[in-house]
């Protein structure tokens, strides 16, 4: 997850300071991903190195408020418009997990179930965060795409379960 677009497109809606920027992230997203407050100011200052974002105005209480520049609004259109390639994303650890429990664990049959049962309880729990985020349709998108993504654990689960056996 790139938090820089993420701060980029909230700042295209207008200047923000950087607790603004963590809140509105984390409404945006249920605060499924928190954000350290000291990775929001590392983010801007980047930012600001490369052109994206300005300081504008010290608000009443302190705080820089900050603003996109067109070299940003031009990064957060390219951002909007380009597909997310699978290579783009991290390892995915439970693969390798599994893939080692094959090779080398004497019980990789323990291993599978215990991923099975910790999913269940994770597609159980969004949910119901699920049903208590009516009206938020961002928070609504977010949690609908982690309940699928467990689903498709579950499924393949069962799929490495039955080449075990």
């Known amino acids: 997850m790139s938090i820089r677009h993420g701060l980029l497109a909230l700042l295209s809606r207008g200047p923000r300071y950087g607790y603004q920027l963590r809140a509105e992230f984390e409404a945006c997203t249920g605060a499924t991903w ?56 991290p390892r995915d650890e439970l693969v390798i997990k599994l893939a080692m429990a094959v090779a080398a664990h004497p019980d990789a ?38 309940i699928f993504h467990a689903e498709a654990e579950l499924r393949w689960l069962d799929h490495c379960e039955k080449g075990l056996s």
């Open 34 to 89: 928190p954000l350290n407050i000291g990775q929001v100011y590392t983010t801007l200052s980047r930012a600001e190195r490369d052109g994206l974002v300005e300081p504008g105005e010290t608000d009443e209480q302190g705080r820089v408020v900050y603003r996109i520049t067109e070299a940003g609004r031009a990064e957060v259109g390219r951002w909007f418009g380009t597909p997310v390639a699978p290579s783009d994303r």
């Open 109 to 146: 049959l323990s291993v599978i179930q215990a991923q099975r049962t910790a999913t269940m309880r994770t597609m159980q729990e969004l949910t119901r965060a699920k049903r208590q985020a009516d009206g938020d349709l961002a928070h609504r998108l977010v949690l609908d795409s982690m």
